[in-house]
Nanobody
Framework: QVQLVESGGGLVQAGGSLRLSCAAS????????MGWFRQAPGKEREFVAA????????YYVDSVKGRFTISRDNAKNTVYLQMNSLKPEDTAVYYC???????????????????WGQGTQVTISS
């Protein structure tokens, strides 16, 4: 029912910036909580950031606080992840996910997200 497509990944040097986008299909985007997750080589997929349906609440993993900013534009059916001061440790495939907004957001729990994108590669060089 909902399709998510990530874009904006690429190769950047440490200290640089990237802006990821996640475009959603349909006309019910504003009813979904949205999240970003990432999976680095040899590691499990981890929570990065999330934003509730209204945009009033945001959540971040400690390692990206102060560097990453999640936002959304419901008129464009798009959620963004602005990534600044990038580090080699940020190298991963980044995934966008959508969670039905019938209840209060559970930002970090992967199993409660209903839809997932295919991911976009982010590579940070030293």
């Amino acid at each position: 029912q909902v399709q998510l497509v990530e874009s904006g990944g690429g190769l950047v040097q440490a200290g640089g910036s990237l802006r990821l986008s996640c475009a959603a299909s349909g006309r019910t985007f504003s009813t979904y909580h949205m999240g970003w997750f990432r999976q680095a080589p040899g590691k499990e997929r981890e929570f990065v950031a999330a934003i509730n349906w209204s945009g009033m609440n945001t959540y971040y993993v400690d390692s990206v606080k102060g560097r990453f900013t999640i936002s959304r534009d419901n008129a464009k059916n798009t959620v963004y992840l602005q990534m600044n001061s990038l580090k080699p440790e940020d190298t991963a495939v980044y995934y966008c996910a959508a969670q039905k907004g019938f209840r209060t957001i559970s930002p970090r729990t992967q199993s409660v997200y209903d839809y997932w994108g295919q991911g976009t590669q982010v590579t940070i060089s030293s």
